[in-house]
């Protein structure tokens, strides 16, 4: 919640954002979630949901105050090898508008339009990045 306030969403926009930000028990044993921290602090975290192929990046937040510091690229990178490790060619990603030049700095490319659940009429960006081939690297 922290983290997408960081855009200056107004408390209406959050109050319609918050149930599409919970994540329960049930999701964390059934997909991969993974949180980078420095030696004292949780700075931020994601999940990727992987079938057959694709791997989809959810839930990449990272915290206001360590934003701008290389995390999201240090977790980016991360989710990108797990991605390959797992078996994916693809990451997709359906992207806060704020978001999509950090997506395009890491490489990934938009491919369209998707309407938001949280807020319906509302258009967010989603981008692909290619995983690499493990056994061509
Ligand atoms: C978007 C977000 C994940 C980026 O994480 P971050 O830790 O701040 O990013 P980094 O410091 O690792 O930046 C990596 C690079 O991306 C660039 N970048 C980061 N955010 C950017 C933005 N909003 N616009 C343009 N470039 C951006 C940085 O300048 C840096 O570029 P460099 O290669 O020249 O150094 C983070 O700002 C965030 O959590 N925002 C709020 C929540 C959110 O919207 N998450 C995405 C949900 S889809």
Redesign the pocket.
Same mark, same amino acid.
């Given at each position: 919640m922290r983290? $997408?306030a960081?855009?200056g969403y107004d408390k209406e926009d959050m109050a319609a954002f918050a149930p599409s930000l919970l994540v329960n028990g049930e999701y964390v044993a059934a997909n991969e979630v993974w949180v980078g921290h420095d030696s004292t602090e949780r700075q931020?975290w994601y999940a990727i949901e992987v079938t057959d192929d694709r791997a989809e990046l959810e839930y990449?937040?990272?915290a206001p105050e360590?934003?701008? $510091?290389?995390?999201?690229?240090a977790l980016w990178r991360h989710a990108m090898a797990r991605a390959q490790a797992l078996g994916a060619r693809v990451m997709g990603?359906q992207?806060?508008p704020?978001?999509q030049?950090?997506y395009e700095?890491m490489g990934a490319t938009f491919q369209r339009d998707t309407e938001s659940d949280a807020l319906p009429g509302r258009k967010l960006p989603y981008l692909e990045a290619a995983v690499p081939d493990p056994d061509q690297e």
């Open positions: 983290a $997408k960081s855009w931020g990449f937040w990272v360590a934003q701008g $510091k290389g995390v999201g690229r990603v992207a806060d704020f978001a030049p950090f700095r």
